[in-house]
T-cell receptor, first 113, second 118 residues
């Protein structure tokens, strides 16, 4: 059983909507990640939080806004998305080291109409 | 530049047979980690096995083993006694040096799609 949970599992939204993706981990990890994954491609890193502070932003458009309310929670706020933003969004967490294993949640499949 | 290469876009294996998925890597770091993940069609990215660059023994986790050949810069995944549930996409990834500051960016291969035939 994964100890990283994500909600919702599926999300359909229009280009003018505002929605949020939620991720929660119960492993005591202090690093959390958002990835975007297109079909049949490897995941692309979007954001990394370390000790609740944003440490990496991979030049993601401002229509994606991450938030880390506490060490267990990670949100991704979505606003004015484009159809090309439709993808699987994966959350992951890890301990505090460059080679520590990242554990992933089940993902949210996002469709932007 | 760091790079992961998976040369097998698709593989087939008969149930109960062993299969090897290839992964080669390129890095100038001395300290790094190599990971294998499984992604079924459901989408979840499942961690399978890890090999540290200084580990002298090949990693094993149940039916999964990692054939680590440092001089050749290869980290092949071996799945023994394949099961139908092993049908999935498999990604090889490399973690940054533990001494490279805040580097947590994994370098990913393009993946290998494995189909297990009954």
């Amino acid at each position: 059983d994964t100890e990283v949970t994500q909600t919702p599992k599926h999300l359909v939204m229009g280009m003018t909507n505002k929605k949020s993706l939620k991720c929660e981990q119960h492993m005591g990890h202090r690093a959390m990640y958002w990835y975007k994954q297109k079909a049949k491609k490897p995941p692309e890193l979007m954001f990394v939080y370390s000790y609740e502070k944003l440490s990496i932003n991979e030049s993601v458009p401002s229509r994606f806004s991450p938030e880390c309310p506490n060490s267990s929670l990670l949100n991704l706020h979505l606003h004015a998305l484009q159809p090309e933003d439709s993808a699987l969004y994966l959350c992951a967490s890890s301990q505090e080291s460059g080679t520590d294993t990242q554990y992933f949640g089940p993902g949210t499949r996002l469709t932007v109409l | 530049a760091q790079k992961i290469t998976q040369t097998q876009p698709g593989m087939f294996v008969q149930e109960k047979e062993a299969v090897t998925l290839d992964c080669t890597y390129d890095t100038s770091d001395q300290s790094y980690g190599l990971f294998w993940y499984k992604q079924p069609s459901s989408g979840e990215m499942i961690f399978l096995i890890y090999q540290g660059s200084y580990d002298e023994q090949n990693a094993t986790e149940g039916r999964y083993s990692l054939n680590f050949q440092k001089a050749r810069k290869s980290a092949n995944l071996v799945i023994s006694a394949s099961q139908l549930g092993d049908s999935a996409m498999y990604f090889c990834a490399m973690g940054g040096s533990a001494y490279a500051g805040n580097n947590r960016k994994l370098i990913w291969g393009l993946g290998t799609s494995l189909a297990v035939n009954p």
